[in-house]
């Protein structure tokens, strides 16, 4: 007898060294799609107290792929943003319950689900120029390379790896 069950894989992130995650300048992102973490966004609508739509990433973000991490992924350094538009990076800890086996505990598993029947928010640290977090390897449209730079595109989830 045989058992087959697949997980779906998303996005991994850390947010290495993101100013805004250490002070305190997050904002809670009311989330409408499914939502991985790593992704930018902008600011949109005003929700309720401290509660803001996601918005498309402003087109004035821009990033460098620094290295690769230790453990395969990424680092992103922001290297220019608009303070008047910024650039919000989502960030969830991923809840793992103790009882899970290896194959379940994974990061690469958990992702944000929006919620069709409550508001859905997940926190979105603000970065700022200098801000380094860590990316995996399919968050990046495109092959990711060192000194390359990225940029997002208006309702992708996904870094642009520039040519």
């Given amino acids: 007898m045989a058992l087959r069950y697949s997980i779906e894989q998303h996005h991994v992130c850390f947010p290495t060294k993101v100013l805004s995650e250490r002070v305190g300048r997050t904002l809670n992102m009311v989330i409408k799609t499914d939502t991985d973490n790593g992704t930018v966004c902008g600011k949109g609508k005003y929700v309720s107290f401290d509660q803001y739509e996601v918005a ?3 087109t ?5 792929i620094l290295e690769q991490a230790a453990d395969g992924n990424w680092y992103v350094e922001v290297k220019k943003i608009d303070p008047n538009a910024p650039a919000i990076l989502i960030y969830e800890v991923p809840t793992i319950a103790e009882n899970y086996n290896s194959k379940f505990t994974a990061t690469a598993n958990f992702f944000n689900e929006a919620s069709a029947s409550r508001t859905k928010t997940v926190r979105g640290f603000v970065l700022g120029v200098t801000d380094v977090y860590e990316l995996s390897a399919d968050a990046f449209d495109g092959t990711p390379v060192a000194g390359k730079k990225v940029t997002i595109e208006a309702g992708s989830q996904k870094h642009k790896v520039g040519v």
Avoid: L
């Avoid at 004035?60 to 460098?64: A, I, S, V």
């Fill in 60 to 64: 004035t973000f821009e990033g460098e």
């Fill in 56 to 58: 498309d990433a402003p």
